[in-house]
Structure formats: C-alpha cells, structure tokens
C-alpha cells in the first residue's frame, strides 16, 4: 500500500513569479535542508522540519536565475548560474550574491548537477559535460558542440551506478526523442533514439529515471495520458553507436489525455510512481501514486488550486507548486503486494495486540525452548544459512525469460524479454532469440490465444533470425494474416522457401484495403517514388522530372489528343492508381540478393517479363484500362533511346579526344586548343 500524509505550506511568500513556476528545489548537505531556486531572482534554503527559512539570496536587478542552485556536497557551497553564463560560489555566511565569487563561461549552461559522492558537473546547452573544478581552472575553455543542430536538450538526471557518476540527458528535435548517457569511469558518450512504440502516437511531456543492476529504467508520461518505460543497457554492446531504443506501454490513462499542462511524473521506488495531473478531462489536478508492477491506483489527493506540472521527489517527501506556494506532501510506500496493490492488506486495529516479532532474540531465546547453552550454535547455523543464500548464482536473463515463455502472461513475457535485450549481446545470442521464438511458437500451437505479437516484432528486429532458425515463425503470421510480421521477416530472412513467399503474395493481393489502413507497414519502399498517397491511393504526379523524361514533351499529340477527346479517357484519366500505398510496399519492395548457387540476373528477370509481356500483347491491346499505360511506356521508352544516342555520342566524343591526348608529343611546351562537340 502507498498513502500521502497531509501536506504543509514550506514558503509563505508567492513563488513561480516566472512563466513555469519554480526553476528547482535541490538537496543540501543537511538533510533536512533543502535550497529552492525561485524563476527570477531568489535561492532560498529551507528546514522541512521548521517549515521555515534559514537563508535567502537575490541577484541584482536586471539579471535573471537561469539554472537551479545545489549544493557542492564537497565542501558545502552552493552554485547557481544567472543570465545563462555567469556562475556564482557563495556560502552561508555571504549575504550579498554581487559580491561572491564569481566565473564567466564561453557558453551558456542548461544545468549544474550534484550528488553525494563526487564532484558537481556542469551540461551545456550544446551537450558537452564538465567537471567543476576544471571548468572553475579555466573559465573560458572552448566548449565543444555535442548535439545536433536544431537538438533541444527537454530533461536530465545525475546518478550513481556501481559507485561510478552517470549523467544521463533527453534531447528533441522535430518530434523525435534521443538519450544521452555519459559514463565518467569510461568517459564514453552512448546516443539512443527513442522509438515510439506501436501505442504510442504523441508527445512526452515528463520523463524520469531509475537504476537497475544491469540497465537504466527511462519512464516518459506522454500527452496521451500514459506512462511509457524503456530500458537502456547501462553497459551498451557497442557504446560509440547510435542505438536504438523501443518505448513500451507501462501504465495507461494515468492522466486526461487531453491535459496539455501541469503533468509530471517521477519515480518512487521499484514498483510505485508519483503521478501529477488531472485523472478525467473534467476533473481538477490530482496528485496520485501508482503501482507498476499490479498496474493499479494506490491513492490520490486533489489539489484544487493548479499546480505548475512540476513534480520534485526528495526522501519520502514530496514538492509541487500548489497554487503560488510551495507545498510539501510526505508519503509512505510500503513493499509491493498483491494484496496491498488490491488493499487487502490486513493491519492490526487493536492497540492492546502486538505482532510478533519477524527476528528472533538469541539472547533471550530460552522462552523459545533454545537454552543458552546452545544459542550459538544456532547462531552459527543461522549465519550458514545466510551465506548458502547469498552464494546462490543468479539465474541468468536468457534462463528467465525462456521460463517466462512457457507459463507467464503476455505482459511480464515482455518485460523479461526487455531485460534480456538491455544487457550485453553474448555469443550464443542468436540461439537464444531462436529458442525463444520456437518456445513462443509452441506455446501458441497449444494455446491458440496466445499471441505475443509485441515480443515477435521486438525479436524479429534483433536482426539475428533466419527462416530455418524459427521455420513456424512466417506460418504463424500467415495463419494470423500478420502482415506487418510477413513484411519485415519478407525484408530481413535470406532462406524463404518459394512456397511461402507466394503464400505472402497471395495475402498481399487479398487483403482489404480497410484492414491494410489499421496495420502499420513500413512505408520505406515506397518514399522515392513520383507518387503521392492522396486519400489512400497513388497520384501520379505529371510534373516531376524524371530519368530525363518529362511527359509534356513528346511527338505523340496525335495520339494524347485522341485520348482527350473521348469521354472514356477523361474519366480514365481521373482515375487514380488501384494499388494503395500500404498495398505498393508490401509488394514493390524486393531485394536483388537472391538465394541459390546462380540467381537470375536482373537483366534475366527483365527479359522473362518481356517475354511474357510479348506472350500477352493482343490481350493487354485489347484492355481499354491500359490505352493509357501503353501511351505512357511508349513516351516514356522514346525519351530513353534520345538519351541513349546522346550518351552514345559522347562516348565518341571522348574516345577521340583519347586518341588526342595519345599523339600529342612532349616537344610542346605550350599550346591552345579548341574543341567543339557536335
């Protein structure tokens, strides 16, 4: 169970005098103290427990905060950076901010991070990293630009990983999402982009982050109201690569989707999330506590005043700008249950009854029939049991998530399976996906319900699988009519038997166009064509340029104007192409890399369809449909022999000017000559 006390006012002076409220409220190096960067000019240093000030500092009119103040857990000072560039070291004996010490950098600062343990850094905008006390050495140092043009940075987090600094930062740019990970002990700089996943349709308003043994846990609440999780490896197969990441459907309808404000979102704990925002479109902002692992509701608080969609979580309290003031709700989340996800978790109501004990007191533990006598001997034993456990192995991802395959829900399938796709690629990898995928395949035989498809797409997309590796994997998919599936294993496998590629075709061919507007096909295929998609089908665009051939220029008026003049024509030529696009890169996508000892040539293929075409040429004359393809190809196979005989006149052109150049002698040292090419 989760349960959020009754909250406190901590400021009794307005705060958020900016557009979004406070700039941040950051530990300090007590730990009932808190500093809390006002959007103008102010830092105040707060005690939680007093509910009163201790200190407060202000830059001097016309300069500005623009990055929250923290503590240098070193030496106890704090740092704050205003007017984008200027940094400022004080203590709490200063008094005036003008009079401190003061570093001006080369380039503007998007935030200052400090946690125990190590020393503050410093992210530019730009998204280059630096220590404080090397940036403190040299001031003006060249700072170098890390991300791309036109690349926001939206979000960061600082943390510890096995006693080593990581600084992990979110980038934006066009509507795409990108993360950042920097690992101090390697000094290594690994990019991820952010895959929407196949729920996903919208924008990601908050994120926030914890750590895992082997990966990073990226949570993102997005404008539609869900919560999202990927999982990013914290050692990275090949770190200097931009990899890529797939957002997954952790929480839904958490929130309104139609909140464009005043959510947020952070992480408690392993299984329980803080979530800010209004639950209902008609409903005031609330703020909620969610379990993750059971996916229910574990308690709310309405907060009737607004708040400004900012969410900071430090200890087991809990700050937000309710209306203008900044308020402090403390929670309690105990250990994830089912029952206490359910609230069925039962508690003593009678003051007069005490639990017993979980521990048992060896020093008095005679009343338990163990005498003194034997007591360490017993403590002995248990001390052995201790070191049995702790000693135990721990059962490997891959052994995990082929045991998940077996019994467990779809759900938690997926879960394990991003797991084992966050940590290292091992040598036996691909055999590891095949199995899995077999065990999937066998599963769903028995139980036709069954049908992982999220998990499918994700280990198709592992690159690494083979028709002959997972042989029911494209039955499956044929079986289900899986388009999607059929088209990406039609794209990645290179041993498709014959049999199965025409079954594809004849799904392909068969499939209703409604059904082919809902799935999500990959559209690549199709991208450079002249065509455009124009209520689902293909227009064909006249005045693009294309091979060297444009359609206004021919000597066929004759034959056009006859065309134009039939009523028939003028409707044929309203008609749009019957192939939809979905439809045209499911079945024009082909790759020239086929299997066998001696492939046909593409010239053979060419020349087989001729043949056929040849075979064929008094029924397809005879189709008044294709009047105006035949009109088309001929335009079109006139304007290429013109650039042939052309190509073929240069050709000439330069074979003699070779000769040229070979009978020139090297008695002339200087010469003019004039060529001309006809």
Known sequence: MAALEEGFTLTAVPLGSGPDGPLGVEQSDKTDQFLVTDSGRTVILYKVSDQKPLGSWSVKQGQIITCPAVCNFQTGEYIVVHDNKVLRIWNNEDVNLDKVFKATLSAEVYR?????????????????????????????????????????????????????????????????YFAYVQKFNSRILSKYTLLLGQEEKSVTQSFSTSVHRKFISLMSLSSDGCVYETLIPVHPSDPEKNQRVVRSLLLKSVVSGNARSGVALTILDQDHVAVLGPPLSASKECLSIWNTKFQTLQTSKELPQGTSGQLWYHGENLFMLHGKFLTVIPYKCEVSSLAGALGKLKHSQDPDIHAMTHFVNWETSQGYGLGSQNSEQSKRILRRRKIEVSVQPEVPPSIQLLAAVQKDSEKHIEVELRKFLAVKRTPDFHTIIGDVVIGILGRYKAEPSFYPRNCLMQLIQTRVLSYSLCPGLMESALEKTDVQILQICLQQFPDIPESVTCACLKIFLSIGDDSLQETDINMESVSDYTATIQDGEIEQQTEILQNGFNPEEDNCENCAQELIEKPQAATEESTSCPVTGKRAALLENATMTLPGIHPPTLNQIMDWICLLLDANFTVVVMIPEAKRLLLSLYKFVKSQISICSELNKIEVSFRELQKLNQEKTNRELYSIEVLELF
Not at 114 to 141: D, N, Y
Not at 149 to 171: A, C, D, G, Q, S
């Open 112 to 176: 200052i991070h400090s946690i125990q343990g190590t020393e503050p850094l410093v992210l530019f905008k730009e998204g280059a990293i630096r220590g404080l006390e090397a940036l403190l050495a040299e001031p003006q140092q060249k700072i170098e630009t890390v991300i791309s043009e036109e690349e926001v940075i939206k979000w960061t987090k600082f943390f510890m990983v096995f006693r080593h600094p990581v600084l992990i930062f979110i980038t934006e740019k066009h509507g795409n």
